[in-house]
């Protein structure tokens, strides 16, 4: 049977990773895959791998970010997309652990291909009362990741605003993060806006982030340290 291993990098943080990562899949006979914010994407390379003959792909992940989604996470995509392609998919299994570093990944490699565990498309997929309807979020927060912002810091500032979120109670029915490319303006990364206020903030450090949760996400008032627009006449 034509097994394929493919690495899967889990947070919207490991695209910045694409270099190491392309290594350390090339050492180990594997491929890369991206669950967010990067490509390929996962579903892509799956397609690629079963029309190119695969009969068994092995899937591992790894990320360097606290953020990132755990394994259930990934076996939900596997097992949609196992269920979607067609007649008969290739095999798919997962290995049974997120692995936090590509040194730790590189050193547990082989255990941790050979106790994958099977994806058989019984599982419950994408089916979720939750993820059927809209989020009743009172704000939300578009964290920009766009190569400027990815480079300045976002991460450690996205992190920083869900800890604090995390610290009040804050759930997705109160504010909802979202990571998306490039908004511009690029010179004030790392950039934040928080909607439907239409309200941006620039060089969005940890502690203001932190100040973001506290002063605008809790009471409505924004901070002090907001763009300005400057809108075309």
Same mark, same amino acid.
């Given at each position: 049977?034509?097994?394929?291993?493919?690495?899967?990098?889990?947070?919207?943080?490991?695209?910045?990773?694409?270099?190491?990562?392309?290594?350390?899949?090339?050492?180990?006979?594997?491929?890369?895959?991206?669950?967010?914010?990067?490509?390929?994407? *996962?579903?892509?390379?799956?397609? $690629?791998?079963?029309? @190119? !003959? &695969? /009969? #068994?792909?092995?899937?591992?992940? %790894?990320?360097?970010?606290?953020?990132?989604?755990?394994?259930?996470?990934?076996?939900?995509?596997?097992?949609?997309?196992?269920?979607?392609?067609?007649?008969?998919?290739?095999?798919?299994?997962?290995?049974?652990?997120?692995?936090?570093?590509?040194?730790?990944?590189?050193?547990?490699?082989?255990?941790?291909?050979?106790?994958?565990?099977?994806?058989?498309?019984?599982?419950?997929?994408?089916?979720?009362?939750?993820?059927?309807?809209?989020?009743?979020?009172?704000?939300?927060? *578009?964290?920009?990741?766009?190569? $400027?912002?990815?480079? @300045? !810091? &976002? /991460? #450690?500032?996205?992190?920083?605003? %869900?800890?604090?979120?995390?610290?009040?109670?804050?759930?997705?029915?109160?504010?909802?993060?979202?990571?998306?490319?490039?908004?511009?303006?690029?010179?004030?990364?790392?950039?934040?806006?928080?909607?439907?206020?239409?309200?941006?903030?620039?060089?969005?450090?940890?502690?203001?982030?932190?100040?973001?949760?506290?002063?605008?996400?809790?009471?409505?008032?924004?901070?002090?340290?907001?763009?300005?627009?400057?809108?075309?006449?």
């Amino acid at each position: 049977m034509t097994t394929h291993h493919l690495i899967v990098a889990m947070s919207p943080a490991d695209h910045g990773l694409r270099s190491q990562l392309s290594r350390t899949a090339s050492a180990l006979g594997a491929s890369v895959a991206f669950l967010q914010l990067g490509s390929p994407t *996962l579903g892509t390379e799956l397609t $690629r791998l079963a029309e @190119a !003959g &695969a /009969e #068994r792909i092995v899937l591992v992940a %790894v990320t360097t970010s606290r953020l990132s989604p755990g394994v259930s996470w990934l076996r939900r995509i596997a097992d949609a997309w196992w269920r979607e392609h067609g007649d008969r998919p290739p095999q798919l299994a997962t290995a049974q652990r997120l692995f936090r570093s590509l040194d730790e990944l590189e050193v547990l490699w082989t255990e941790a291909t050979q106790r994958a565990t099977p994806v058989r498309g019984t599982g419950p997929g994408l089916q979720s009362e939750a993820w059927e309807q809209v989020p009743r979020h009172r704000h939300q927060v *578009l964290v920009c990741r766009g190569p $400027r912002c990815t480079a @300045a !810091g &976002a /991460e #450690r500032s996205t992190e920083a605003l %869900v800890m604090e979120l995390m610290r009040h109670e804050l759930g997705d029915d109160d504010v909802l993060i979202t990571h998306t490319g490039c908004q511009f303006p690029c010179n004030h990364a790392p950039v934040m806006s928080v909607q439907p206020d239409d309200v941006w903030y620039g060089k969005v450090d940890p502690d203001t982030a932190r100040e973001i949760v506290d002063t605008h996400l809790r009471t409505g008032v924004p901070t002090g340290n907001q763009l300005s627009r400057t809108r075309a006449r």
